[in-house]
């Protein structure tokens, strides 16, 4: 049963010494009622107090990882039901499916291109997670040879599909070492599949098509000493997974229901159309692990840019560091230009530069990761911070003309600059990146 702010509180220390961050005991009470923080970040709870904080401090939705060759994918620990309210944590992890009947070289030719695809998004290389192996042949040997011929082509983690657990226990010996997500219990096998998660140490799926069969499954399962466990709600329509998934989320969240506090897993389905929206939904309610049948980069790239946004931290924008770029080899006579440090800001400005082959140097200031308005209306983009970036980043000892373009956003900043740098010349440019290089091409 959880407890309440006011019990935690009666279990701590009550010397508002603030090392866990906190003003007060109570502050850092109710936020670890509230499942916010770590019940680690406090140095002082004695160990009679940890026992029984315990079930106030354990996550609501447990932490899974699946582990492969040094690659990880984590899913669960989350605690809000909306992202705005704080932030998602662990990322949906996305793998390819293939089936043991494709044969060894098909499906050889169908991982290597997934397993290589990166795109990079911001700043950031966004690639697919692994691969999920199933075992239509209902032959070991078959299944064992459709998980080498993955290996051969990809060391990420895998998902092993089987509800034999004789096929299972082959491909977890094929897998002697890693921790793939074994795909799964339910009502008829769930003992001899808790059986082999236990020995292999791998989490285990369960499946069910209600809440009360999942609820009912996770607590046999974790009786019988499992307790890494992911959900998969089976559900027919999109409509129903949604109702589910955030049924079980919300259960899980507000109700600190512990049978449903697992990650999910999701199908995505067969159609390569209807997949890219079941996945979709997934990614945004609440999977932490979802399998697609088809690898397309036109879909993948989607999928994971939804995600990436899905899964950054509101508060925190997407940054690049601050310092000088060059683009297209700039000499010691091109222009030095301006801008922010917000990451979707400096992808806008370097890539029409890039684009249009003008070379120029692009100093990047540190605004906190804010756009070059947001960050000027907050005070984080000023003349004096540009001046004080010019000499940190030493531009001027890699320029012979001392000509400094700003953002047409903030030319009321130039007259101040200019009493910050007086020996630059310091010209506005066009508001929009857009219109960079035709500015570049006239007036430069
Ligand atoms: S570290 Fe512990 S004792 Fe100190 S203020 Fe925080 S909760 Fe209280």
Redesign the pocket.
Known sequence: MALTGIQIYKL???????????P??LA??MKLAAKQVELS?????SEEAQAQLAESAAPPIRLVTLKANGHEVKAGNETVMFRHEKTFYHKTGLFVRVRDDEGPDAIKARVAPADAYAVNYVGMDLTLDGFAVESASNDPAQFEAAIAAVRSASQRPIILISRDPAVMAAGLKALDGESPLIYGADAANWEAMAALAGQHSAPLAVIGATLDELADLTQKIQGAGVEDMVLHPVATTLGASLALNTQIRRLALKKNFRPLGYPLIAFAGNDPVGETIAATQAIAKYAGFVVLDHFAPETVYSLLVLRENIYTDPQKPIQVQPGVYEINNPKPEDPVMVTTNFSITYFSVANEIEGAGLPGWLLVTDAEGMSVLTAWAAGKFDAERIAKAVKQFSIADKVSKKRIVLPGHVAVLSGELEEELPDWEVRVGPREAVDLPAFMKQAL
């Open positions: 701590l220390p009550q010397t508002n010494c603030k090392d866990c961050g906190f007060t005991c850092f009470a970040s406090c140095p002082h709870v």
